[in-house]
């Protein structure tokens, strides 16, 4: 099978790729912002232990992080609007799942940044008469989010390559596009060789640089 190099002109896949891209960074942008924003909420409950919230934050990260994603997609898009009496469309199914369910993962990956925290650094700050809160909020949350920003962004790569899975919701994202391109153009090989090299293209540059700020976050640690 000889392959039509002509397909990969960016003239005749623009009107096939250019909204989908645009959507899978959105979802990136969005999932990633949202699901890291509850995801600390979620860590911060869970560390205060013992409550029946706890419990059920507990249950719920467990819970999601069990489940594959292409089933809670499909759940939340079928079985949310029957609840509500009203559709909410693909795309804004897509961001409130990928944001519930990235949610889940940021708690994990928080909850680790926060247990590598001394704790005599949270006893210093109380001695200065900071409270609990403001010890977590000022001293406690900084130093988790830096020590284990090489893994957030790492689930962040994770989250752009799973955007892909929006398709099955019927959703425009690169996959789809050069799926679409493939079927009007009628070269199919191409479009998915295209798709594969674009997701390898900038995943590999993004784990460039989770590679660099892991081997500077090391160096920093050893300085300390």
């Known amino acids: 099978m000889n392959l039509d190099w002509s397909f990969y002109r960016w003239s005749q896949l623009e009107p096939f790729l250019l909204d989908g891209f645009l959507f ?3 979802i990136t942008a969005v999932a ?3 699901g890291l924003a509850l995801g600390i909420l979620l860590a911060a409950i869970r560390r205060s232990g013992g409550t029946l919230l706890s419990g ?6 467990t819970g999601m992080r069990a489940i594959p994603l292409l089933m809670v997609i499909m759940w939340f898009f079928l079985l949310v609007p029957y609840l509500l009496g009203r559709p909410l469309g693909p795309r ?3 961001f409130i799942t990928f944001t519930l369910f990235e949610s889940a993962y940021f ?4 909850r680790a940044g926060i247990a590598s925290v001394g704790s005599g650094q ?8 900071l409270t609990q809160r403001q010890a977590f909020v000022l001293i406690v949350l900084p130093q988790a989010l830096r020590n284990m920003a090489p893994m957030l962004l790492t689930q962040v790569i994770v989250l ?22 493939g079927r009007t153009l009628g070269r199919p090989v191409e479009a998915f060789l ?3 090299a674009a997701y390898f293209i900038l995943c590999f540059t993004l784990s460039r640089v989770v590679a660099v700020l892991r081997r500077d976050g090391a160096a920093t640690s050893l300085r300390t």
């Not at 059920?56 to 990260?61: E, Q, T």
């Not at 708690?107 to 928080?110: G, K, Q, S, T």
């Open 24 to 26: 899978s960074l959105q």
């Open 32 to 34: 990633g912002a949202c």
């Open 56 to 61: 059920a934050v507990s249950a719920y990260v």
């Open 92 to 94: 804004v199914s897509a």
């Open 107 to 110: 708690a994990e990956i928080i």
């Open 122 to 129: 949270v006893d210093a700050a109380r001695a200065l008469g």
């Open 160 to 181: 752009f390559q799973d955007s892909s899975l929006v398709y099955v919701i019927g959703a425009t994202d690169l996959l789809k596009g050069f799926e679409t391109a």
């Open 194 to 196: 295209g798709a594969a």
